[in-house]
């Protein structure tokens, strides 16, 4: 082939994050409540009431899509209708950075 892939393909493709980035991003962000492997378990957790979302739950993550992961880490729990203790990192974190994180956090969830 002479590279047949429409610039337009390449795009879509570049809206998937990058779970290794990701993972960096969430040892420093998201670990404390939900744990360095995300099953809840950080060390903030026991103190969080709602406890913070498991990750590795495959059936639960499994049946968020992509664009509410993205909500939710960007805009917060408030925002979305979840725990008001989960702060919104769209200020904190990129457009890019957050697609790592959906990338990484569907590693951990197998989805």
Not at 6 to 35: E, K, N
Request: proline share 5%; aromatic share 6%; hydrophobic share 35%.
């Amino acid at each position: 082939g002479c590279g047949g892939e429409s610039p337009r393909r390449a795009q879509v493709q570049d809206l998937r994050g990058d779970a290794d980035a990701g993972s960096q991003l969430y040892a420093t962000y998201c670990a404390s409540c939900h744990g360095a492997g995300g099953r809840a378990d950080g060390p903030v957790a026991a103190t969080l009431s709602p406890r913070p979302a498991n990750h590795t739950d495959a059936a639960y993550i499994g049946s968020l899509s992509d664009e509410y992961l993205y909500g939710v880490i960007s805009r917060g729990g408030a925002a979305m209708g979840k725990s008001p203790l989960m702060a919104p990192w769209g200020g904190v974190v990129n457009e890019e950075g957050i697609r790592d994180l959906i990338a990484f956090i569907r590693k951990l969830s197998g989805t």
